[in-house]
């Protein structure tokens, strides 16, 4: 692989995304819950088809443009997972005469504006908000809840189909025990919403999403759909969350090193923030973390750091690297390096594309 | 403008950037130093043509790639400001036969590799850290700069130029005159430097860059080139920095708004971390500040609200706005608000095009 390196590349590990994919499938069929994958970690026709290809037919996206590019590929069955953007209201219309479409709302004001511009028919989720912060109507607020299913339904090419909440506060745990205690929390808040509408809409469905919460927990009393996304490359946040272990991490850059700073310990290598993204996660010495790092070691392959050697600075194409001594003498300008994303998705989407470790290219959605 | 967006949109104020070029050309012509304009701000062929108008004939760049890239539209000089990555040498060889093409190096290995297998002729930088840690030979080390510029002069394709460096320091910097008291420093340290080597390469140059103290000095002492890059958007760290005005920035973001969180008096934009960058400044509250905002008012266009209103939060694709109780009224789901990003250069890379006021379009270099 690395002597066709010339600059920063995206390098994708098939038979760990694979087992990836194959262990959140298992886990979906062994609780009898729908999986609806989030494709916005991927963004990529050829990762979906992997998916595909394991019986999976629904599927999250987190745009009107990336619904719109899956269902160039066949897609029938996509999850807007975005509070609906009035201004595309014309794309949607276009999309609900190709198959099924549901979006999100959490405002009647939404609801009235769609409502009535639709060629075909489209599902609708209401977002529920149970302790993050984001977006959503509160799972605490009945009458609201009940004046937007009231406003759905007076819209013929609309479709009430339940409530979906995303736990993004589970990124936010310490513990495995915290993301369980914040799932249960979730699911104790959808089930007590349920009981309150299920007489009247008794196929109103329940959604939940996180990666962290779908690692962890074997535990999804009331659910009927999940959509984790980060799960299929894993990365340094989510092993930080002991949502997956280290080996479970698909995705690496390979960096060439460019400039050696010897009086500091540090390599600084060409691979910057407009590569990785500026997300970070805070390292045991306190300090932030972009990546961690494999060196070549010998002629056994690439050796994992400790994580006192990291990716600890980034700039617009420049990312600094310390080392300790030993491996410091082991890098020469010219080598590469490779490097484990903090986040998945967001350097997925920075790079535009990646490349199996067999060489095949991974293509992505177009920008524009 | 407003009733074209259906999702984020980079807008370019082409009078401004017009603005921001001709002051920072009219301070290099002023001091007689050589203009080479940072490309990598910007990207893009067409705002390139702009500098050229002004009579700008030596760019900067911070890869082949966009080497590559400007060369194509004509460019015969260009300065390839990132220590010199080993892996693209063949690139830089096709390079060399086109036109004026420098590099940087930070070490005699580079110079080494590189040396020998050049088809034209390239110019060399030795990059110098006065205090900026990133990456250089330390000013103060008189004999491996020696032993480089030797080096250098073994290979018949390689020609020394003189000595490059970048206070990226300033970016640091808490007031005006701060970024003086650095932007002296470093003058003080090259021009300490350039006496140790004049006499035996009389035609030996200073170049500096950083866009803080190209903007606040006017003191230039010993330099022979600036080569200043963010100016030609500003945005608002520089702002923060007091290297422009509020109004000198040239870029916007225009995002629809998603929802609407009364509780929190936040609006949730169509606008994330895959649009702006995650970079951020502290607001005077002392928390994260990801952009300025300005809402539509009335019908006298739009308004700057106080930095009390803010874009506090970003994700992949969602961006959360604190609102003023009274600015939170004004604003409704399926509206326009325009944000100004805190980093252009990462923010415009991330979007990948951006469009004039007057709808035209600017393409940027492509990613591959």
């Known amino acids: 692989m690395e002597t066709n390196i010339t600059r920063p590349t995206l390098i994708l590990n098939k038979s760990i995304c694979l ?19 989030h494709f916005k970690t991927h963004q990529s026709i050829d990762v979906g088809r992997w998916f595909r290809s394991t019986g999976v037919e629904s599927i999250t996206v987190s745009s009107v443009q990336m619904a719109r590019y899956f269902a160039s590929d066949g897609w029938k069955d996509i999850t807007i997972a975005f509070p609906f953007n009035i201004p595309e209201t014309d794309e949607l219309s276009k999309l609900s005469t190709l198959g099924r479409i549901n979006i999100l709302v959490d405002n009647r004001d939404t609801v009235l504006s769609v409502g009535t511009k639709l060629m075909g028919t489209v599902g609708v989720y209401i977002k529920i908000r149970t302790d993050y912060f984001r977006t959503g109507v509160s799972w605490s607020e009945n009458k609201k809840i009940h004046e ?9 090419n609309l479709s009430f189909l339940g409530f979906l909440t995303h736990s993004g506060h589970t990124y936010q745990a310490r513990s495995k025990n915290e993301i369980q205690q914040m799932h249960f929390d979730t699911l104790g808040k959808l089930n007590r919403l349920k009981e309150q509408f299920i007489h009247a809409y008794p196929n109103l469905e329940l959604s939940i999403g996180d990666t962290p919460s779908c690692s962890v927990s074997d535990f999804f009393e009331g659910i009927d759909e999940i959509r ?27 960096c060439p090193v460019v400039s050696k700073q010897k009086a500091r310990s540090e390599i600084v290598v060409y691979g910057g923030a407009v590569h990785f993204s500026k997300e970070w996660i805070r390292n045991t010495d306190g300090k932030e973390l972009y990546g961690r790092v494999r ?18 600075c980034l700039t617009q194409e420049h990312g600094v690297i310390r080392l300790s ?21 967001l350097t997925a989407h920075a790079m535009g594309r990646y490349i199996t470790l067999q060489g095949e290219v991974m293509e992505m959605m177009p920008r524009f």
Do not use: W
């Open 19 to 37: 087992q990836n994919i194959e262990r959140m499938a298992e886990k979906a069929r062994k609780h009898q819950l729908r999986f609806r994958p």
């Open 228 to 254: 984790p996304g980060n799960f299929v490359f894993y990365d340094l946040m989510q092993h930080q969350l002991h949502a997956c272990s280290i080996d479970d991490i698909a995705l690496s850059m390979h």
């Open 325 to 345: 001594q030993a491996a410091f003498q082991h890098v020469q300008p010219g080598d590469i390096v490779e490097i484990i994303p903090v986040h998945a998705c």
């Open 295 to 312: 060196i070549r070691h010998n002629d056994e392959g690439t050796k994992l750091l400790p994580s006192t050697s990291y990716l600890c």
């Open 148 to 156: 937007i299913i009231r406003t759905i339904e007076k819209h013929k």
